[in-house]
Nanobody
């Protein structure tokens, strides 16, 4: 089992920044962030593998940066130049073996 605890969501104006954090209860291979807006499917935002390889959704490239601190089992998502369309519940995800684990989600709201 892997428990994930997220923090850092909130309300911000368009063009602003937020930093999300997620602490995992143990080391995992892949850590990432997904988001789900009302009426839409959950989608990948960014993920990082333990070796350092990263993937980003096209919609956030150049604006969001994912990083991890393996010593702290923590993954971060730095979100800059936020847009109203970034408004969603953001979920931390961990992949360990063949199992996916999810955090409880944190709301990010970007006002125009």
């Amino acid at each position: 089992q892997v428990q994930l605890v997220e923090s850092g969501g909130g309300l911000v104006q368009a063009g602003g920044s937020l930093r999300l954090s997620c602490v995992a209860s143990r080391r995992t291979t892949t850590l990432g962030w997904y988001r789900q807006a009302p009426g839409k499917q959950r989608e990948l935002v960014a993920r990082i593998i333990s070796g350092g390889s990263m993937n980003y959704a096209d919609s956030v490239k150049g604006r969001f940066t994912i990083s991890r601190d393996n010593a702290k089992n923590t993954v971060y998502l730095q979100m800059n130049s936020l847009k109203p369309e970034d408004t969603a519940v953001y979920y931390c995800n961990a992949l360990s073996g063949f199992k996916n684990y999810w955090g409880q989600g944190t709301q990010v709201t970007v006002s125009s």
